[in-house]
């Protein structure tokens, strides 16, 4: 845009007025030309436009020129505008985005916080979980050991009874076949190694809880009475034997399924035992590794 300004002795001048930013070039071409207009208005006051019509087209011409030279910086001044327009779109966007990264880059942090306070957690339950199973699976060991040495020791038992009732039975079958074949007429003790094989089975009876009295009586009677010379003795004696062969045949079924019964539950206590052990170290190892995991998570999170 341009404004008329009147200039001394009458004389009309144009002058361009700015809105916009005027470069420093463009600024001092813009002050020679005012100069130099300036000059010609002050050669122009003594004459007339009408007596010198050279001096009107001078005058003409530098008009030309200024409103070319606005003209000129109107358009490079717009031509700012919009560069200047691009840059402050330009740097808006990339504020909104800086921001943006800044609250995704607090918003990851606060994640990673998070994160680390979960795994951290996770990592000390874990650790004692892990401890737990160490000490479960000791106890179990143990239990295992104890349970071993009852049943060795009971095993042994057994095998001792066992060996010591058939040996009864098979002393008190000897003594009964000896006796019944002896001649029906003699003195018990004449009866020489069987007297020792029955008083045997009789203390052993004894010990083992179900000796006959009465037996045993008939067996003191028959070393001490008269009666003893006519064979007398013979069959409270041989009632007595048969009675304990039948009560040591009975105890030595007895044992023998007490001790399949007691190896049986031991083998399924056993058994439920080291399962027990090997379900406990797969927890164990499980926990490990995921003990392991979670100080990779908390590194790389760090």
Not at 88 to 113: C, P, V
Not at 218 to 236: F, H, I, M, R, V
Request: proline content about 2%; aromatic content about 6%; some cysteine.
């Amino acid at each position: 845009s341009s404004d008329l300004y009147l200039w001394p002795n009458s004389f009309w001048v144009l002058v361009p007025t700015r809105r916009h930013p005027v470069k420093r070039s463009d600024a001092m071409a813009f002050g020679a030309i005012l100069l130099c207009l300036a000059l010609l208005a002050a050669s122009a006051g003594a004459a007339s436009p009408k007596s010198n019509p050279k001096n009107s087209n001078a005058v003409k011409k530098v008009i030309e020129m200024l409103e070319g030279l606005d003209q000129k910086i109107v358009a490079e001044g717009e031509a700012e505008e919009k560069t200047f327009e691009k840059f402050r779109l330009w740097a808006e966007e990339t504020i909104e985005e800086k921001e943006g990264d800044i609250k995704s880059g607090n918003d990851r942090q606060a994640e990673l916080e998070a994160r680390l306070e979960e795994y951290g957690t996770e990592k000390e339950n874990l650790i004692t979980d892990i401890a737990t199973y160490q000490d479960d699976i000791a106890k179990l060991k143990d239990d295992i050991a104890e349970a071993d040495a009852t049943r060795k020791s009971e095993r042994e038992t057994y095998q001792k009874t066992n060996a010591e009732v058939e040996h009864a039975v098979k002393a008190a079958g000897q003594a009964l076949d000896a006796i019944k074949a002896s001649n029906e007429v003699g003195a018990f003790m004449q009866m020489g190694d069987q007297v020792k094989n029955v008083r045997h089975v009789a203390l052993l009876a004894e010990s083992m809880g179900f000796g006959s009295e009465d037996g045993l009586k008939a067996l003191d009677n028959a070393a001490s009475s008269s009666d003893s010379e006519d064979g007398d003795w013979k069959q409270p004696v041989l009632d007595m034997l048969e009675e304990l062969q039948e009560n040591f045949r009975t105890s030595d079924k007895n044992g023998d399924m007490d001790e399949a019964n007691a190896e049986n539950a031991y083998r399924m206590a056993d058994q439920a035992l080291k399962n027990n052990v090997a379900s406990k170290e797969r927890s164990l190892e499980q926990a490990e590794a995921d003990k392991a995991e979670r100080i990779r998570l908390i590194a790389q999170a760090e």
